[in-house]
């Protein structure tokens, strides 16, 4: 079983940064990892995701040249740092696992992720 906890979020102006940390117990450095954001009325999106090995990224067009996924085995975590935020980032961000090991790529649908952490507030004020 995998267990997923997200810290990091806040309240930060536009044009700032801030980094998002997945902690995770259980078998989770076989498996790939994503980062989806869920505003205040809409569904959840993909932002970010990391294949198994961390040798594949893939992001969403809103976030790219932005944000930066990747994780640290050795600490069983995962990462997204967030530069030059803007207002319309703001939302709840999910760290979430496949349920696969060793897949090489990145899927971008939240059916795809078995493991979800709880979330955290994300706020870009303008």
């Known amino acids: 079983q995998v267990h997923l906890v997200e810290s990091g979020g806040g309240l930060v102006q536009a044009g700032g940064s801030l980094r998002l940390s997945c902690a995770a117990s259980?078998?989770?450095?076989?498996?790939?990892m994503a980062w989806f954001r869920q505003a205040p009325g809409k569904e959840r999106e993909f932002a970010a995701g990391?294949?198994?090995?961390?040798?594949?990224?893939f992001y969403a067009d809103s976030v790219k040249g932005r944000f930066t996924i990747y994780r640290d085995s050795a600490k069983n975590t995962g990462y997204l740092e967030m530069n030059y935020l803007k207002p319309e980032d703001t939302a709840v961000y999910y760290c979430?696992?496949?349920?696969?090991?060793?897949?090489?790529?990145?899927?971008?649908?939240?059916?795809?992720?078995?493991?979800w952490g709880q979330g955290t507030q994300v706020t870009v004020s303008s």
């Open positions: 979430a696992a496949e349920g696969r090991s060793y897949y090489r790529g990145v899927q971008t649908s939240p059916v795809d992720y078995n493991y």
């Open positions: 259980g078998p989770i450095n076989t498996r790939p």
């Open positions: 990391i294949n198994w090995n961390g040798t594949s990224t």
